[in-house]
């Protein structure tokens, strides 16, 4: 009975761990991709000092992957692995140690990118999505969140607006329901980083993407002229 208990729990651990939403990943699961990329014996001093850099590298990489919105780019994932691992491993590495230290890093941070770099929310952006409905404009919303450094950053396209732009935002309430802003999206509309965003808000824009949508404002509309929930 204690034995099926046990086995019990391990896999509720399992189960647990495996559910982390991707840009939240544990120390545990990047020591697992370091672990994963070394090569010879992971009871030494030399592993157990590699490991600290490797989860240190690749936690930089993971963050900037967020910011860029492209961790699904083997290329970009390796720049930014070997820019992480040489800040770790500063050039000149003229030991084979060092060497191999620094390659394991670059694969473990370059898989920890595509692993658990959050991937943007997109919405499409309509004046039929407003409250009542607006005129014909048009566009899209790119959004990148970044729980780990309090960062919201945006890639937004209009086309076919009333009047100028005057703000954008990101609203909390569901398709068809006006709510209050939560981030804002400026001062520069068309892209940008709103920084010092609670994580907390992030990560619940993360889980629950469609309890949220963009909204643009323009001097015609200033309630809003096209909006779109977001989604993944």
């Known amino acids: 009975m204690r034995h099926l208990l046990a086995i019990a729990a391990l896999a509720a651990c399992a189960v647990a761990i495996g559910a982390v939403p991707a840009g939240a990943a544990t120390d545990a699961q990047y020591r697992a991709k370091c672990k994963a990329a070394w090569t010879g014996s ?41 820019t992480a691992c040489g800040a770790q491993y500063p050039a000149p590495r003229n030991t084979a140690a060092k060497r191999k230290a620094y390659n394991a890093c670059v694969t473990a941070a370059t898989g920890a990118q595509r692993s658990y770099a959050g991937r943007p929310l997109k919405a499409t952006l309509l004046g039929a999505n407003e409250t009542p409905p607006t005129g014909s404009g048009s566009g899209t919303a790119n959004i990148r969140l970044n729980q780990g450094k309090g960062r919201v950053c945006w890639t937004i396209t209009l086309t076919g607006l009333s009047s100028a732009v005057t703000g954008a935002h990101i609203h ?27 994580p907390q808000l992030i990560k619940d824009i993360r889980q629950s993407p469609a309890q949220y949508y963009v909204n643009v404002h323009t001097a015609t509309f200033g309630n809003g002229e096209v909006r779109g929930q977001l989604r993944k």
């Open 172 to 198: 909390t309430g569901a398709a068809g329901v006006d709510g209050g802003v939560v981030v804002a999206l400026g001062p520069n509309i068309a892209e940008g980083c709103a920084d010092n965003v609670d």
């Open 42 to 82: 992971t009871t030494t001093a030399a592993y157990r000092k590699y490991r600290a850099r490797c989860v240190n590298a690749s936690k930089a990489a993971v963050s900037e992957a967020e910011d860029a919105g492209n961790p699904t780019s083997t290329a970009a994932n390796k720049a930014r692995a070997r």
